[in-house]
């Protein structure tokens, strides 16, 4: 079995979660109140640049000139497509660029990011790119399990939204990601890169959880 | 007014609320439940060997041969005494070392720990140095603030594990880091330094919280 | 005057050795031995790869989301066209990927190289967006300097060679990075900004001239 | 073989060369000019401060907990006794420590610097301890080669900086670092780690030769 097929099997359990989080559920099918999704939008500014820094990172650990290069393009495709449907996203609702760069990250957003980026730099190329998957990988497969609510939701907002997680260079994406990770976890410690993806995948829930209920810092 | 000096008075309302977080209060008072401190200091090995590991990080980005080598020291004299310390702390609560290194880390501890060392590892010494103050400087006026119920609990378990915050080494150890915080401060921008101080004070508070509420990982 | 006017002029006696050496100039004339040429070229491969895991590593550190996207920019350039170049010039020169790859660096290849390598890993973001300055910049001088010589030398492969580095696309890019050296430098210690652009000068003219006497390791 | 004992073999050309070169007969003999003593160690201030500086990384990179206090231990040693002996030495020559500090590295001093600093930064922990030990191990094994001449020398100055290499102390660092190379190697590429010992050992030897020669920047 290809090491991402089993890191993905190891957190079943974790993803099932995932993709059945109220908040989740209601963006695809519609009724997710729109604070929410502007919650999330707003808190995602702040993810999104330090995920581009992330992978700037691990594309300089490669372990090979061909690793190297492959990040370096999905480096540029997400700096460049990204930021423009983000852009294109805030502007839909209302805000600017300003509106989203002023916005403080919830604790949930700091704590995540931090795994990221200290894992890119102290750890190895192998669980620095294992880190990076859950993200990619879990809004593929949400949207894949979701389809049929989005189709029929109505609501055009989520629906342009999620779009791009059905459409074919996003899913192209991740299995370039995929393919990155089954080549480093060939001669790597299962078991190390087992721990980088249970933890990314339970911050990608407690994500979700928190933009969900909104939960800020306590003090 | 110096730096560090800023920094408190600018974190006051958050550091109020962990001098008088229940975890603390009913340490110092002998009452906390014993099982608590247990998962307390099985927690805090896993900190413990990442928080040497992010000073190991810092004293490679001092900004002076004098600041290197005083971290060095402070390095030094973590990695010797506080092990110590910790070993014995883990043999009277009928633990051994090994029990500590199999302990899963709960979720704030991944996630301030992740905090410290992706910002000794990708932001300015000035701001390494900052985030590793509220730790060490929060302890000592912990002990200071609730010495006196320290003398009366009668527990003396907790008594012992106390004292040391109240130790002129610990005390002096605590003055060194801020005249290091004090010195890197000069000429750095005050604005990112605060961010940086409040940040690590907010993960302290939910580091109590969660450590008296026993918050493991929710999926 | 702006900050790479200032760092140019400050390293005018390096520069003036650097476009008048005499690898340089008989690569311009013509005369170059191919021997020399071809040496020269399977080095470079070592060279590349670093100098493109350096520019990841640069774009994690950027002071500003705009500089990090502007460097992504750069960065994907670097992967995609100079790879194209120097893959089509070992071919002509009967050489494949392959054996590039097995060449052994020169000393001063592994020095210029691990010099901006450790620039980018410990120092400012600053310095090290100034230690990538005078490989592209002085690139672009040379053919300027030199381009009347270049017309008529009647060595195609030479020519073709120089003829990048006096493409609009080519002197884009220098643009760019004087511009980006020009922000970082706005508020940064100008000595350190110099000592750094002083020093990667210099290795520029012991790479020339390492590779024009073939300078390999004395033991 | 332990993977200390086979990486020295492998280099024994390279070894063989820094042992009875001339800098170094000279100096155990007692004959080297005291300029060339002097200019030597203006050097070393700035090797000093890197390789303690490297150091630290390298504890922050370590592979186990036990190796990261040993590497804490030995950075200690280095950064009390190293600069007091170091300082010393400056005082005997007629030197102060701001005469060290003004002086400017020559090429092989930045080089083989960032060379050990490139390496602990972006390498694997393996490569990064093992970059460290030809510098260690050769001194001890140049004053155990040369210690009758030392006897007899008759030259105070140059038998009492020796004489630190022939000390117990000393050779138990050796020892100590020796076994951690023998750690990390054993389920690491041995190919990767005898590049690493080649090269480190090869700018010891271009050290000794540029500081025999005074081989200041050519331009």
Redesign the interface.
Same mark, same amino acid.
């Given at each position: 079995m290809k090491v991402s097929q089993r890191l993905r099997e190891d957190a079943d359990?974790?993803w099932k979660?995932i993709i059945e989080h109220p908040f989740v559920l209601e963006l695809y099918s519609g009724s997710l109140p729109i604070d929410k999704f502007k919650f999330y939008i707003l808190q995602d500014y702040n993810y999104l640049?330090s995920a581009?820094?992330?992978i700037? $990172?691990i +594309? +300089?650990?490669a372990d090979s000139?061909e690793a190297?290069?492959e990040i $370096?393009?999905i480096?540029?495709l997400e +700096?460049v497509s990204e @930021?423009k449907g983000y852009e294109e996203f805030l502007e839909k609702l209302g805000y600017t660029i300003e509106d989203a760069v002023n916005v403080e990250p919830i604790?949930v957003n700091?704590?995540y990011?931090? @795994?990221l980026?200290?894992?890119s730099?102290?750890k190895?190329y192998a669980e620095s790119i294992t880190s990076l998957l859950p993200c990619f990988w879990s809004y593929a497969e949400i949207a894949e399990y979701h389809k049929d609510k989005l189709r029929k939701n109505g609501n055009s907002l989520y629906t342009e939204w999620a779009a791009v997680y059905l459409s074919e260079p996003y899913l192209n994406l991740v299995e370039r990601m995929k393919k990155l990770v089954d080549n480093a976890g060939k001669e790597f410690s299962y078991k190390k890169l087992k721990k980088t993806f249970i933890?990314a995948s339970?911050y990608e829930?407690?994500y979700w959880?928190a933009i969900y209920n909104m939960h800020t810092?306590?003090?």
């Open positions: 359990n974790i979660r640049i581009i820094k992330n700037s $990172i +594309s +300089s650990r000139v190297m290069r $370096i393009e480096l540029w +700096s @930021f604790p700091v704590s990011i931090s @795994f980026l200290s894992t730099s102290l190895s933890t339970r829930y407690m959880d810092w306590p003090v």
